[in-house]
């Protein structure tokens, strides 16, 4: 799935997203990464706000393959949480791509504030081939934990 400028939001960085999440009670953070990923990466920590993160995966960590309904399932996880169709959904991956499509998505099914953070928690690969580079959740210092 390509996305394009129309079809959400729109990209933001990390430290925007944390400060909309500090200054607007309904924004929410939805990690759209694995189990896997969330268990031995780590997620990010917004109980200084008295927030957690919406956890809905996106793709299977073993197949690779996109998890059934994804709208059905984020649709459900917002309702559990009280979240309506006009708060900002802050959309986070590995590095920015499957949050792009993950907003995309949403957009389409009527959260028209859907945006992509836009080097997600661990970042894109270096040139050394490493992650945490600089934009991303985990290289600006925000808070995240690791279970």
């Known amino acids: 799935m390509s996305a394009n400028s129309n079809d959400y939001a729109g990209d933001v960085s990390a430290r925007a997203a944390w400060a909309d999440l500090e200054a607007t009670a309904e924004a929410t953070l939805i990690?759209?990464?694995?189990?896997?990923e969330w268990i031995y990466v780590g997620?990010?920590?917004?109980?200084?706000?008295?927030k957690a993160p919406l956890l809905v995966e996106w793709d299977d960590f073993e197949s690779g393959t996109l998890v059934p309904d994804f709208t059905g399932r984020l649709e459900a996880e917002l309702a559990r949480a009280g979240i309506g169709n006009e708060a900002p959904l802050y959309f986070l991956c590995r590095?920015?791509?499957?949050s792009r499509n993950a907003a995309v998505l949403a957009t389409a099914a009527g959260h028209?504030?859907?945006?992509?953070?836009?080097?997600?928690f661990e970042g894109r690969l270096s040139p050394e081939r490493h992650r945490a580079t600089p934009g991303s959740w985990k290289a600006e210092g925000l808070p995240w934990v690791q279970s």
């Open 95 to 98: 590095s920015g791509a499957r």
């Open 31 to 36: 990690d759209v990464r694995t189990r896997a």
């Open 112 to 120: 028209a504030r859907s945006y992509n953070i836009e080097f997600g």
């Open 43 to 50: 997620v990010p920590l917004l109980s200084a706000l008295n």
